[in-house]
């Protein structure tokens, strides 16, 4: 049973940063991807950014050039550094991994979240 585990959030002051854990339970190579999910209060889950298997990156507007995705595969663990904060960034981060099995049918897989917060 896959288990993502997700920890780094926290209180932070504009400007300042973190940087998010997700430790998966089994072989990260096992997934076509994964990636950073928010939700802010009262709005829709988006992606923040993602990370394939082959090491392509995608990130969301809004933090590109403050946000970056990698992974350690020795770890089974993918991070999120966060700089330059914004209180428009607090939200609930959520980790995701997912599979394609065939095209067309994807399994996605979600960690519990974890709250960070932009506030002075």
């Known amino acids: 049973q896959v288990q993502l585990v997700e920890s780094g959030g926290g209180l932070v002051q504009p400007g300042g940063s973190l940087r998010l854990s997700c430790a998966a339970s089994?072989?990260?190579?096992?997934?076509?991807?994964m990636g950073w999910y928010r939700q802010a209060p009262g709005k829709q889950r988006e992606l923040v950014a993602r990370i394939t298997s082959g090491d392509t990156t995608t990130y969301t507007d809004s933090v590109k050039g403050r946000f970056t995705i990698s992974r350690d595969n020795a770890k089974n663990t993918v991070y999120l550094q966060m700089n330059s904060l914004k209180p428009e960034d607090t939200a609930v981060f959520y980790c995701n991994a997912f599979r394609v099995l065939v095209p067309g049918k994807v399994v996605d897989y979600w960690g519990q979240g974890t709250q960070v917060t932009v506030s002075s």
């Open positions: 089994v072989s990260i190579f096992s997934f076509n991807g």
